[in-house]
């Protein structure tokens, strides 16, 4: 079996807790990789995030952004979140039951040979030419600079149906995963997670409609003009920029994000917003 651990970036807790991981599965018998960066931490050979995918099982140890980044190269390899002592919407195993977690999941495998999921949806976001990787919170297609003398003239078409239209910063596609986060901040709706949809809300928009909750199998389709440039973004760190008049298609991806381990308590993980 391989097991693929990512930690947080520049934190000494989440490295620690990486080797103590690493150093139990390599006494069960399990091939362990380790990202880069935490390798060169733990001095131990290091694989980069895009060979992730061909792990049995990804262990992400960190907060919601370091889970995020290990979505983006495990694919369709399970995760198990891991955070660092606060519930997260992601990342529902604490520190303390960590190595115990990733050992349980690495038996389970080896006993049926699959590991139980959640599954969680992505949106997939593409333009002429281009096709960015599946995002697990959100896809915003925005000028190239957000407040004033920024922003684009933004047509927003639902399933071909125009439903808005005007000059805004930009417009934000989220899962339900994503609606506690990017779109949150923009007064968007929470979404439970085991509603099959996602919202449409509009960024600082002059005149714009309030934020639309469509069915999962809904094309939304962002028309961009009015600049020099845009940019569309997914889940804050993957940029296309184009060059409007431009059309951006987001609807649901193939695949999901699949989730190992203990589900997180979606109400008490909303105390940490207050």
Do not use: C
């Not at 694989?47 to 990804?58: G, K, M």
């Not at 694919?75 to 919407?89: H, K, R």
């Not at 959100?138 to 005007?166: L, N, P, T």
């Not at 961009?224 to 431009?246: F, S, Y």
């Amino acid at each position: 079996m391989k097991v693929a651990i990512v930690a947080q970036w520049g934190n000494d807790r989440t490295a620690a807790l990486a080797g103590e991981i690493r150093e139990r599965l390599v006494a069960e018998g399990v091939t362990v990789w380790v990202d880069a960066a935490t390798a060169a931490e733990l001095d131990v050979p290091g694989r980069e995030i895009e060979e992730f995918e061909a792990a049995d099982l990804v262990v992400s140890i960190g907060g919601d952004g370091t889970f995020l980044f290990a979505a983006h190269g495990a694919g369709t390899t399970p995760i198990l979140g891991v955070n660092l002592g606060e519930v997260g919407f992601l990342n529902a195993v604490g520190p303390d039951d960590a190595v115990e977690a990733a050992v349980t999941e690495v038996r389970r495998f080896r006993r049926d040979g699959e590991l139980p999921t959640q599954s969680m949806p992505r949106l997939s976001a593409r333009g002429e030419g281009w096709t960015l990787p599946p995002a697990v919170n959100e896809v915003v297609v925005q000028g190239s600079r957000r407040g004033h003398g920024g922003g684009a003239s933004i047509e927003v078409r639902i399933d071909g149906s125009g439903y808005a239209d005007g000059h805004a910063d930009g417009v934000l596609v989220s899962t339900p995963t994503g609606s506690t986060a990017y779109n949150l901040s923009e007064n968007g709706p929470l979404i439970h997670p085991s509603v099959s949809g996602f919202v449409v809300t509009q960024m600082a928009a002059d005149s714009g409609m309030p934020p639309l909750v469509v069915d999962d199998g809904t094309e939304v389709t962002v028309a961009v003009g009015g600049t020099e440039e845009a940019v569309v973004i997914v889940d804050g760190r993957i940029r296309e920029h184009v060059e409007p008049p431009a059309e951006v298609t987001v609807e649901l991806a193939d695949s999901p994000v699949r989730m190992a381990g203990p589900a997180s308590d979606f109400f008490e993980a909303l105390e940490k917003l207050e």
